[in-house]
Nanobody, 124 residues
Framework: QVQLVESGGGLVQDGGSLRLSCAAS????????MGWFRQAPGKEREFVAA????????YYADSVKGRFTISRDNAKNTVYLQMNSLKPVDTAVYYC?????????????????WGQGTQVTVSS
């Protein structure tokens, strides 16, 4: 079972940037499609971005499109989420997730493996 570990979260001001990383334990991470989700206090976990196994196809939630970029480096078993122009509404715990299959689903239950999450706080 693949283990996922997120890092790169922290406190940033409105308009700032952060880059999250998700390191996978297996060398076969290239066989998984990967996604980023976030969960704010009192809210459901919501989809942020997803990327296919090769990295050639990405998909974003409307709320982050044009500001966030998902990418992956299969040689390093790592997936990234570059977050620019951050807003206070982006404050949440961010999770990376891995799943099998070719499509890029936006529902959490479509992903089989999850990291422990990393906190992102954007101050106004």
């Amino acid at each position: 079972q693949v283990q996922l570990v997120e890092s790169g979260g922290g406190l940033v001001q409105d308009g700032g940037s952060l880059r999250l990383s998700c390191a996978a334990s297996e060398r076969t991470v290239s066989t998984y499609r990967m996604g980023w989700f976030r969960q704010a206090p009192g809210k459901e976990r919501e989809f942020v971005a997803a990327i296919n196994r090769s990295g050639s196809i990405t998909y974003y939630a409307d709320s982050v499109k044009g500001r966030f970029t998902i990418s992956r480096d299969n040689a390093k078993n790592t997936v990234y989420l570059q977050m620019n122009s951050l807003k206070p509404v982006d404050t949440a715990v961010y999770y990376c997730a891995a799943g099998t299959g070719a499509v890029l689903p936006t529902t959490p239950r479509a992903y089989d493996h999850w990291g422990q999450g990393t906190q992102v706080t954007v101050s106004s």
